[in-house]
């Protein structure tokens, strides 16, 4: 699979850049991963590895979705059981094992929205 190129990164490295954004900015962010999401959902697809890192930035800002390996179709009320993502965005379902569904996407776009408007994650594990 091949996407279009994207001049201005991820947004990991941009976010780095400008040690965090206003809120206007995370807005601006959020409303794209937002409709990204719905996008999938509709399609029976959860996305299952939100983060900075596979958020690519175009040459006019905007963002695109990359990285496509941990993305399941889902039929119906199914749910997935794989242990997947990025510890730091896994939702409690995926880390307990208990099975997940697109609620686990929701969960990593809270801890997005909060690394956006604070240039960290809500937890550390390990501490």
Not at 7 to 29: A, C, I
Not at 62 to 79: E, N, P, T, V, W
Request: glycine content about 8%; proline content about 5%.
């Amino acid at each position: 699979m091949v996407m279009r190129f994207c001049p201005g990164g991820d947004l990991f490295l941009l976010l780095r850049r400008h040690r965090r954004f206003d809120e206007g900015v995370v807005k601006f962010y959020a409303a794209q991963v937002l409709l990204g999401l719905e996008y999938l959902h509709s399609s029976s697809v959860v996305y299952r590895d939100l983060k900075p890192e596979n958020l690519m930035v175009t040459e006019t800002g905007y963002i695109r979705i990359s990285d496509m390996g941990f993305a399941r179709l889902l039929k119906g009320y199914q749910r997935a059981w794989t242990f997947c993502g990025t510890a730091e965005y896994m939702p409690p379902e995926i880390i307990d094992n208990i099975g997940h569904a697109f609620p686990a996407d929701w969960w990593s776009f809270g801890i997005l929205l909060y690394e956006l408007a604070t240039q960290r994650t809500p937890m550390v594990w390990g501490s």
